[in-house]
DNA sequence: CTCAAGAGCCTTTTT
DNA sequence: GGCTCTTGAG
């Protein structure tokens, strides 16, 4: 019996196509890893391709490390040597390579959505584009259509000369643009567009990735966005033995699980796909094999108002299992509560695990109640999205020194840093060394060397040389073989007097930033440790290709919190869905927009919300709800009405809802005659109730600063704030032999604990000892 | 140049 | 409600 029997008839298919396009269209826990995985050993075991030509792109870290997980475990040999990577990263890698052919230095920096943000603030205010007409929000989310369309500053100036706010955009594109060359930097959407472009433009290098990779796999292909599209189809065109044109492309996806319209998500990539390659092959995966009937039957009824959709339905040898389970609440407050109390009492009576159940969302806003009342009730969880650990404030200070260090042309980072800790440098002396810049085409760090004869500044220009002097110092010390990553980091800390002005402070909100900046150094410290080559260019890489969706591991029993769109690709055995409302989920702005398949997108967002769930699926509603400071009526979610009736099982007091009266004071905000009722926050009767303030010494972690944003994402303060008993427990001991992504099997011979951590000392058979952070390393027992 | 207080915006989702 | 940006006093 191979391993291949264990697939179903579909499956097997999928996994024993070996050349031509082929197109898998995957329903929700049909087991899509499992075939993509499988079809990589089949092609290696069985068809004899090199491990060396396989290229497996998915969206996320996490996906992207699953699969690796995966197909380590499958692969008799050389499974190290296949590419399984996200977009970004493939990306990176290939530009880190040649991107100087495009007259970039392969030392460039990625900038996330706050560098971007900065920097298209400094262009309107360079250009004189009233930012209060034109949102930078806008304005970045303009650009960054044009860049998943692969459109270029200059064709969309060509294509919107007539319209007055789209020339301004393209302006702003533009000098955007060119800012980011200036400033040897590239955002998200570049990563893709630029290796396009490489690609285009040097034959021999489109040749060496087109014959390095003769077998694509795309994982989540309905998310793909144009410029994706273009660089797949770019790659995957090789010439086999027998000279004969080849598209050895496998996409697997599934178009009821698109929710990536609003950010550039092509759909077409995947309605189309047997229009782009005549001669696909194309296989429906149908059989469910993680939910219950019952759970299954919802999420059939639900995706099935929608019109576009290649039709699919899935089925599943399952029980119907229980019945789904819906309730409305009175207020927000009381459905968090309940929720809260749910999950406390099935893992006390019921033998349940925390990381059991899930509490799902549309907006992360929805986070904060839950958050209160699980904090309330002592249940563990971690909350998945928000701002994550690499946005906070202290933690991008110190990567713009490392960054300013790296990459002396990165304006934005030195900008950012240049007077924190305050060095008595203000704006306007920023200004002036920026004029000089600009007049003499020099980067900013490079005019702030020559501060002392740019004649304006006056005796500003003192403040400015012990801060250029500090950096060169450092990056000087950086040539020094023996002067590592960490050194550097500490050297940091110490010279700009960052930790000690923190210190001073005293606040428990410093203390975090001082505990975040630790497991900063941590992060550091087990980069260095997994890492063959380690580099300071290439930490930071890794640092700003992170998603919070990738710091989820299962291997930690806490309950997970997060928005629907986090959660595809999981499961869980217990699913909350809260805020079943309309003008939440469906959002208010779709629900008002003129363009139906809007309605659409959010329809099958609450499919892929349903089908995260394998045993049980509990709905929610409240009636009244506060939303930006307002108390909301809303009324119960559309979807709602979308499941058959004998499908639910509504618990609780079955009240009619409470609206306010048309005619009353509090007539609802948003016009027209929808059920929808807003009136002020301070007017709002109880029973919403301002919740009791968190009792600040037991939780110290939960005080939030006043900049930077929720600090209870962070790993770090999972493990810190719930207690000794949430510190990493490793379910390993030293003599255990245990299996590393990276460095494979080895034996540990030696465990040390520090702090809420584990020092492991693995003798690994090929590359010998190592120590590794136990937190970080996932080491899996054999 | 820095800090504090007030205005205004926000909320759809994120690699 | 909470975060960010602007404004005006020291």
């Not at 996330?112 to 304005?139: G, H, M, N, P």
């Not at 576009?308 to 009175?330: H, N, V």
């Not at 640092?543 to 690709?569: C, E, F, Q, R, Y």
Request: with cysteine.
């Amino acid at each position: 019996m191979s391993i291949y029997d264990t697939l179903n008839p579909e499956q097997k298919r999928a996994v024993l196509h070996n050349r031509g396009p082929l197109l898998i269209l995957a329903g929700a826990g049909s087991g899509k890893t499992r075939v993509l995985t499988h079809r990589i050993a089949y092609l290696i075991d069985e068809a004899g391709v090199n491990p060396w030509n396989i290229l497996a792109i998915t969206f996320t870290n996490k996906a992207a490390r699953e699969m690796r997980e995966r197909v380590d475990n499958i692969v008799g040999y050389g499974s190290e040597n296949i590419w399984v990577s996200t977009f970004h990263s493939t990306c990176v890698r290939i530009l880190r390579r040649h991107i100087d052919r495009l007259g970039y230095d392969t030392n460039f920096t990625i900038y996330d959505s706050d560098d971007q943000k900065t920097l298209i603030r400094e262009v309107c205010k360079y250009l004189d584009v009233d930012t209060k007409k034109f949102k930078e929000r806008a304005l970045m989310a303009a650009i960054s259509h044009a860049k998943d369309e692969m459109m270029s500053p200059e064709q969309f100036e060509r294509e919107n000369q007539v319209d007055y706010g789209k020339r301004t955009i393209a302006k702003v594109y533009k000098e955007y643009q060119s800012r980011l060359k200036k400033n040897n930097a590239l955002d998200f959407d570049d990563l893709i567009n630029k290796t396009v472009e490489l690609l285009r433009t040097n034959e021999d290098v489109l040749h060496y990735y087109q014959n390095r990779f003769k077998y694509i796999m795309v994982d989540e292909y309905q998310d793909t966005n144009t410029a994706q599209f273009e660089l797949i189809s770019t790659l995957a065109s090789t010439v086999n033995e027998e000279g004969e044109m080849e598209h050895n492309l496998c996409v697997v996806g599934d178009d009821d699980q698109s929710i990536y319209k609003f950010r550039g998500a092509n759909i077409y990539n995947i309605l189309n796909f047997e229009k782009q390659y005549p001669d696909t092959k194309i296989i429906k995966l149908e059989q469910n094999y993680r939910s219950t009937k019952n759970i299954l039957a919802a999420a059939n009824e639900v995706i099935a108002h929608n019109t576009e959709r290649k039709s699919k339905a899935l089925w599943t040898e399952q029980e119907e299992g229980d019945p789904i389970y819906w309730q409305i609440f009175d207020t927000d407050r009381d459905e968090a509560e309940s929720i809260a109390v749910d999950i406390a009492n099935a893992v006390k009576n019921d033998d349940k695990m925390y990381s059991d159940f899930a509490v799902l969302y549309r907006t992360n806003a929805q986070s904060r109640i839950l958050e209160e009342r699980l904090v309330n009730l002592g249940v563990p969880y971690k909350i998945v999205g928000g701002v994550n650990f690499y946005q906070r404030k202290e933690i991008k200070d110190l990567l713009c020194y490392l960054k300013t260090i790296d990459n002396g042309n990165d304006d934005i980072s030195v900008k950012r840093i240049i007077n924190v800790p305050k060095r008595g440098i203000g704006l306007t002396s920023v200004d002036k060394v920026q004029v000089h810049a600009i007049d003499k085409g020099i980067s900013f760090y490079q005019a702030l060397t020559e501060a002392e004869y740019i004649p304006t500044l006056g005796r500003a220009a003192s403040k400015i040389s012990p801060f250029v002097s500090m950096i060169e110092i450092l990056k000087g010390k950086l040539h020094n073989p023996d002067y590592s990553l960490l050194d550097l980091f500490d050297e940091i800390i110490e010279a700009t007097g960052y930790v000690d002005e923190l210190r001073e402070d005293g606040t428990i909100e410093s203390q975090t930033r001082i505990e975040n900046i630790q497991e900063l150094r941590n992060k550091i410290a087990s980069y260095l440790d997994s890492t063959d080559e380690p580099s300071l260019s290439n930490f930071l890489e890794e640092v700003s290709l992170v998603a919070d969706i990738d710091t989820v591991t299962d291997d930690t029993n806490v309950v997970i919190l997060m928005t629907i769109h986090s959660a595809k690709g999981l499961e869980f055995p217990y699913v909350y869905m809260c805020g079943m409302e309309d003008g939440i989920f469906p959002s208010y702005m779709t629900i008002t927009s003129d363009d139906p398949t809007e309605i659409e997108e959010e329809r099958r967002l609450c499919y892929v919300g349903i089908t995260r769930a394998k045993k049980k699926l509990s709905l929610s509603a409240a009636k009244m709800r506060m939303q930006n400071g307002e108390m909301k009526f809303n009324k119960p979610s559309r979807f709602i009405n979308e499941i058959p009736r004998f499908l639910l099982k509504q618990t609780g007091a079955i009240s009619a809802p409470r609206f306010p009266r048309e005619d009353s004071a509090f007539v609802n905000s948003f016009g027209g005659s929808s059920n929808y009722g807003t009136i002020p926050s301070k007017m709002a009767a109880s029973p919403y109730k301002k919740p009791a303030p968190l009792n600040k010494s037991a939780n110290t972690m939960f005080d939030k600063p006043k900049t930077g944003s929720s600090l209870l994402n962070s790993i770090p303060n999972l493990q810190k704030g719930l207690g000794a008993a949430k510190s990493f427990q490793p379910n390993y001991k030293v003599g255990d032999t245990v299996k590393h992504i990276k460095f494979g099997t080895g034996m540990i011979t030696k465990m040390q604990q520090s702090g809420n951590d584990y020092e492991v000392t693995v003798d690994f058979e090929g590359s010998g000892q190592r120590k590794l952070r136990a937190s970080v390393a996932r080491l899996k027992k054999l």
